[in-house]
């Protein structure tokens, strides 16, 4: 929540900011994640079990924007001038 007179560029460089420090987290934790979690399984199921993983994020990662189409179709397109306002 900023002020309403939060400039653009800093809107856009807060959210450059936040998108880097999520890509710098996943690639810390996720080879470690993947590393224990693959010492974890026995070889012979382990790219059975890769499958699933991988599987399961990709619908995580697809569950967001099929809420927020969902949310869009039933709420319909019709905004106030507050809720236009990104910053």
Do not use: M, N
């Amino acid at each position: 929540y900023f002020q309403p007179h939060t400039s653009d560029r800093t809107c856009y460089a807060l959210l450059l900011g936040s998108q880097f420090l999520g890509g710098l987290r996943r690639g810390i934790q996720q080879p470690a994640f993947d590393a224990i979690f693959g010492d974890s399984v026995a070889s012979g199921r382990r790219s059975q079990i890769y499958s699933w993983l991988s599987s399961l994020r990709k619908l995580g990662l697809a569950c967001g924007p099929a809420t927020a189409a969902a949310i869009f179709f039933a709420r319909g397109d019709s905004w106030t001038e507050v809720q236009q306002v990104a910053c």
